[in-house]
């Protein structure tokens, strides 16, 4: 099964240039799940709710997630991308899989970051594990979170937990850890994971961020798959075994599940 990332620089408020960007880069590559960064259709920086009102869109049927399920389709792959959301009088920083046949799955932040409380509810669908098949390469199952939510290690454990093998992890990292932390939550689940980073700053007229890149993917034994640089807008890809994230075995007297001491987690 070929997994990959596309880090690009998303440009604040232009979601038409975005999608141009997006399609570039994945150009004529070929992959069986790919993963976008967070609100790669709107950028990071908001200031008002005028803009979340413009730039944020209804799930499944906004022209964001149509594209996407357009890119799927021709590419018959399934891809993971943050999206800023509406839904009704509500804004989510969400993420969706996209498969090829035009089906979306949903999934809400449950961590917002910084500012973000200022614009964002908080997610509110339960961590949930998706099956993902094609008939040349099987199946995969993948969970999704966002940026932030790599500090509560509950989020990944408990998609692991649930069977998941891929963690799919769209992000807007702007503090440094991150990176280095993926590698811990791949290796204490034994699972692996895609963090789908972005480059460069939105800048506004009363504040600006900077993004750090450096998107990582990790194999279940802490192996660093691929790694991009602060800048690059690329897409990098690798083969993997899904099934490698069944074995919890750490050596011959430990499992990484059967081990845990449960009764006294409580
Ligand atoms: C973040 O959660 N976007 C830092």
Redesign the pocket.
Same mark, same amino acid.
């Not at 992000?171 to 503090?175: A, E, G, K, Q």
């Given at each position: 099964m070929r997994i990959g990332y596309l880090q690009f620089e998303p440009v604040f408020g232009k979601p038409e240039t975005n999608k141009q960007k997006i399609e570039q880069l994945l150009g004529k590559e070929t992959f069986d799940l790919m993963v976008l960064p $967070?609100l790669s259709q709107s950028g +990071?920086v908001f200031s008002s709710k005028n803009e979340l009102e413009e730039l944020a869109e209804e799930i499944p049927n906004g022209s964001f997630c149509s594209f996407l399920k357009k890119m799927s389709a021709e590419k018959e792959g399934f891809i993971v991308s943050g999206i800023c959301e509406r839904s009704g009088n509500n804004f989510y920083n969400s993420s969706i899989l996209v498969s090829p046949d035009g089906k979306i799955e949903t999934y809400r932040k449950l961590h917002l970051? +910084?500012e $973000?409380k200022l614009w964002f509810s908080p997610g509110n669908i339960p961590l949930t594990v998706h099956e993902i098949r094609h008939e040349q390469w099987g199946s995969a199952r993948i969970g999704m979170m966002?940026?932030?939510d790599w500090r509560f290690p509950e989020v990944t454990r408990i998609l692991a937990l649930k069977g998941a093998q891929i963690i799919c992890h769209p992000?807007?990292?702007?503090?440094p850890h991150c990176q280095d932390a993926m590698i811990t939550r791949a290796l204490e689940n034994h699972i692996f994971t895609i963090t789908a980073n972005r480059t460069g700053r939105d800048v506004k007229p009363d504040k600006q961020m900077q993004f750090t890149g450096k998107s990582i993917m990790v194999a279940p034994d802490g192996a660093v798959l691929k790694k991009s640089s602060e800048k690059a807008e690329e897409v990098l890809l690798i083969d993997i075994d899904p099934g490698l994230a069944d074995n919890k075995n750490v050596n011959a007297f430990n499992d990484a599940f059967n081990d845990r001491r449960s009764d006294f987690y409580r």
């Open positions: $967070e +990071y970051f +910084y $973000e966002i940026c932030f992000s807007n990292l702007v503090m």
